[in-house]
């Protein structure tokens, strides 16, 4: 079964039976969490960076922004008993469009302030697909932790992660 | 081989503009619209008055009051957003038919679209431009070049994103190098030959702003960089993705600061949950539902 992740949303299942997915990422990031001992596993599609640039939507919503969508998809994980240690990270997007990569670089900010996010905590990131300007589909399947993305384009490309 | 001759043929059997929107884009330049002139263009049409009210009573608007008739939605919406509607409810039909060159999905060129208008308008409203209809035409009819060219892209598809990826040029660029000819140029066409005001075909040709002349007109650089920010946002990205080039010199035309940017694109979030009665326009089946993208 399938389950849908919105733009500036999250997913948190330990439901074996769940195909979870976040459809045409661009310069939003995907975030997939999972912790194989238990089979719990999380995915967040976040929009911008920073809360700072709206505090009362990053309330609302935390998961419109990096900074308050992460911390959240880690709680929410280990209310279902997932452990930090145990957890697979793995992370796609951030797409940008051609030229100068100072300008019009959300995609790029999206991608450092989760660097950021994990470097001041400790956790690592398993494996990614990130930048470029590619459109990409995340999925995380929950009885199985496998994780893969697919590049939007006519020949529908696969890649694990 | 260059493939010109043959997409100009295409041309040739190009359905003609549905009139209820033709008579629209007529009312656009017009500084002043009664309400006989707006009754007058779609009182013939039962279903866009359908559409009409559906859409006036959308959570997009978020009117208070229920709307009943065509006067009660001039009343309460003003002439512009009727105009908007009215455009966008008489164009849907040309964008029915699937654009498999550039999406995956059979609704995703329509889906693009609808979003890249309602981008102009909340740029224009971050820049404080008078609220127009014919930036939200544009924004709507921006890739129509596509409609045409799908066939072509498909053909080549390989092809043209080789060009892409070893000479990191655009994907337009790329279909001008293989194909001949791109879908900005198709569509500056296409709104040739269906007599569109001047201002909404130049935004149409020049949209990408591969040419100097796409400088001359602030409403081109607007629907450039909604289009731009669109495929930024995501969602009903096509298979051409984000390959298109991003020119800093339009956000300092606009005194545009990134952050400015992300504003707009956490608006745009919203405004999009909104307007999924819009996306709804194309039919049923995959109707007000988030359609499958993948």
Known sequence: MQIVVGVADMKISSQPQQLVVTHALGSCIGVAVYDPMVKVGGLLHYMLPESSLDEEKGRQNPCMFADTGIPLLFRECYKLGAVKHRMRVKVAGGSQVLGGPEHFNIGRRNYAALRKIFLKNNVLIDNEDVGGTKARTLYLEIATGKVWVKIIGQNQVIKDL | ?294
């Open chain 2, 1 to 294: 081989m260059s493939l010109v001759p043959q997409v100009l043929r295409s041309l040739k059997n190009l359905p003609p503009f549905p009139m209820v929107a033709q008579r629209a884009l007529l009312l656009l330049n017009k500084p002043e619209v009664s309400i006989q002139e707006l009754v007058d263009v779609v009182k013939f049409d039962p279903a866009i008055t359908a559409n009409i009210l559906r859409i006036s009573n959308s959570a997009y608007f978020g009117l208070r009051r229920e709307i009943h008739s065509l006067h009660q939605a001039l009343l309460l919406l003003g002439t512009q957003e009727l105009l908007k509607i009215i455009i966008a409810s008489g164009a849907t039909r040309l964008f029915s038919a699937p654009t498999p060159g550039y999406f995956t999905e059979r609704q995703g060129l329509w889906r693009h679209s609808v979003s890249c208008a309602l981008m102009v308008d909340l740029l224009g409203r971050e820049l404080s431009l008078p609220d127009q209809a014919t930036g939200f035409t544009a924004g709507l009819m921006h890739d129509i070049g596509k409609v045409v060219l799908s066939l072509f892209v498909e053909q080549k598809f390989h092809e043209i994103m080789e060009v892409v990826e070893q000479q990191g040029v655009s994907f337009q660029a790329a279909e001008k190098i293989i194909l001949g000819v791109d879908h900005a140029e198709m569509g500056g066409e296409m709104a040739r030959m269906w007599d569109f005001p001047d201002r909404l075909r130049l935004a149409i040709t020049y949209h990408h702003l591969d040419k100097p002349e796409a400088y001359t007109d602030d409403l081109i650089l607007l629907v450039y960089l909604a289009d731009i920010l669109t495929l930024m946002f995501g969602q009903d990205l096509g298979t051409d993705g984000l390959a298109y080039t991003g020119y800093p010199e339009v956000l300092r035309h606009f005194h545009l600061r990134e952050k400015s940017l992300q504003r707009v694109l956490l608006q745009f979030g919203s405004a999009w949950d909104e307007a999924q009665i819009f996306f709804g326009l194309m039919g049923k089946q995959d109707g007000v539902q988030r359609a499958n993208r993948g």
